[in-house]
C-alpha cells in the first residue's frame, strides 16, 4: 500500500475530525512533487474528489466541502491532511488519498462515520 490514510471514526453531526494519509517508502523520493487530492466514496455513490493541493501548497474544493474542509500537507512527513469541521451526514463515506490524475494504487481509506 503505497497510500494509507487513518484518522477516520464516529463523529455527531457539527464535529470535527483530522485525516492523515502517509505514503510509503515507495515514493518517498517523489512525494514532495507530487499534487495530492483527497476523494471520498459514499454508499452507492461515485467516488469524488473533495479537495487538492498542488506541489507549491495552494488548494481546491469540491463546492460540497469548501469552507468546512481544509487540506494541508508536510513533504517531511511524507503526509498530507485533511481537517474536517462542521461535518453533516452527508460527508459519511470512506475517504482516501491519491494523486488527482495518473493515480496510484488505491489504499482501503479511512471510513468516517457522521451521526447522532
Known amino acids: 500500500v503505497q497510500l494509507q490514510a487513518s484518522g477516520g471514526g464516529l463523529v455527531q453531526p457539527g464535529g470535527s475530525l483530522r485525516l492523515s494519509c502517509v505514503a510509503s517508502r515507495a515514493i518517498f523520493s517523489v512525494f514532495s512533487g507530487y499534487d495530492m487530492g483527497w476523494y471520498r466514496q459514499a454508499p452507492g455513490k461515485q467516488r469524488e474528489l473533495v479537495a487538492s493541493?498542488?506541489?507549491?501548497?495552494?488548494?481546491t474544493y469540491a463546492d460540497s466541502v469548501k469552507g468546512r474542509f481544509t487540506m494541508s500537507r508536510n513533504n517531511s512527513r511524507k503526509t498530507v491532511y485533511l481537517q474536517m469541521n462542521s461535518l453533516n451526514p452527508e460527508d459519511t463515506a470512506v475517504y482516501y488519498c491519491?494523486?488527482?490524475?495518473?493515480?496510484?494504487?488505491w489504499g482501503r481509506g479511512t471510513l468516517v462515520t457522521v451521526s447522532s
Open positions: 491519491n494523486r488527482p490524475s495518473r493515480f496510484l494504487p
Open positions: 493541493i498542488d506541489t507549491a501548497g495552494s488548494t
